[in-house]
């Protein structure tokens, strides 16, 4: 019996040490994905600071940018979990604390182009696969609004992950949300012109995330972000199967389906539902031209 009873021991005891070492792999792993540094040098993008630039980069900033970094863009509180820590959204304006006192033209490409902070390494959640495919024009008016918004002194909180939420990240239980890892930054998608057309509401499809939670064929997936429902098929083939253009308007507007379900807070509407009707025009006409796909399974 303790023969049974000491072998039962070193067995637990090296499944013990096993579990240990993977645990220890997976934060080391996460560590230096964390840490990892980029030398990409951005291709110059000019800044222009008229009207009409100015009013450009306004727009995307109130669909996308205010939605993290707050009205003001000084940023503030964005993830906070006993658990596994937290992480701001960081202070955009030139402002106490904030990156506009800093950030040269340059940088500010690095970032939201390439998904690369100051400091040569990745940003973390900020969208840049989906800002990747912003034109020149957009991404330069959104350079230049950020710039021009009033100060806000406001310090944020460098990022705090638990050993535990590294643990996970390295599982995949987050998706990827280090976007510098996965942008190919030596290629760049072209920009289609202004317009209702099919080509340009592809553009805003991609510039505004929807293959990143919808699947790349759009025919749904499910979003990595822990709770999230599974994104819809936006195909012929699936949710949108007998909307009107008038019903796309009334979900992206008022969050609301034809059949009356209520979007939730994982699907963007609130800031996607400011593009212009153009916007919005185009888009669904993208979308109804895609094939019909059957719903995805996972």
Same mark, same amino acid.
């Given at each position: 019996?303790? &023969?049974?009873?000491?072998? =039962? ?9 096993? =579990? ?19 030398? #990409?040098?951005? %291709? ?13 980069? $306004?727009?995307?900033? %109130?669909?996308?940018?205010? /939605? ?7 940023? *503030? ?18 402002? &106490?604390?904030?990156?506009? *006192? ?12 390439? +998904? ?16 990747? !495919? ?6 330069? +008016?959104? #350079?230049?609004?950020? &710039? ?20 996970? !990240? ?8 280090? !976007? ?16 209702? /057309?099919?080509?340009? *509401? %592809? !553009? ?22 822990? +709770? ?26 008022? *969050? ?13 509407? &609130?800031?996607?539902? $400011? ?24």
């Amino acid at each position: 019996m303790k &023969k049974i009873l000491k072998w =039962i021991g070193v067995v637990v005891g090296a499944l013990v040490g096993l =579990i240990v070492l993977a645990l220890a792999g997976l934060y080391l792993s996460a560590e230096f994905r964390f840490n990892k540094t980029y030398d #990409i040098v951005p %291709e110059p993008v000019t800044i222009l600071t008229d009207a009409a630039s100015l009013e450009i980069g $306004k727009h995307w900033a %109130e669909i996308h940018c205010q /939605t993290c970094h707050g009205d003001d863009l000084g940023g *503030g509180p964005f993830f906070d979990d006993p658990s596994l820590g937290y992480a701001d959204a960081p202070n955009l304006t030139s402002g &106490k604390g904030g990156m506009g *006192g800093t950030y040269t033209d340059a940088d500010w490409v690095r970032a939201i182009r390439h +998904g690369i902070n100051h400091d040569d390494t990745s940003v973390f959640i900020m969208p840049s696969n989906d800002f990747y !495919y912003l034109s020149d024009a957009d991404l330069g +008016g959104i #350079i230049a609004y950020v &710039k021009s918004v009033p100060p806000v002194d406001r310090e944020t909180r460098p990022r705090s992950l638990a050993p535990f939420a590294k643990v996970l !990240y390295s599982l995949g239980a987050f998706g990827n949300l280090l !976007y510098a890892e996965t942008i190919q930054h030596d290629v760049r998608p072209p920009a289609p012109p202004v317009g209702v /057309t099919v080509d340009y *509401g %592809e !553009y805003l499809a991609n510039a505004n995330g929807c293959p990143s939670c919808h699947g790349p064929q759009l025919n749904g997936a499910q979003p990595s972000e822990p +709770g999230a429902p599974f994104a819809p098929n936006l195909t012929p083939g699936g949710e949108l199967i007998g909307w009107s253009e008038a019903d796309f308007f009334k979900a992206m507007r008022q *969050g609301v389906t034809p059949s009356g379900r209520q979007l939730g807070d994982s699907m963007p509407w &609130k800031g996607l539902g $400011k593009m212009t009707d153009d916007e919005l025009k185009a888009m669904w006409l993208y979308l109804q031209s895609q094939p019909k796909l059957a719903t995805a399974t996972k």
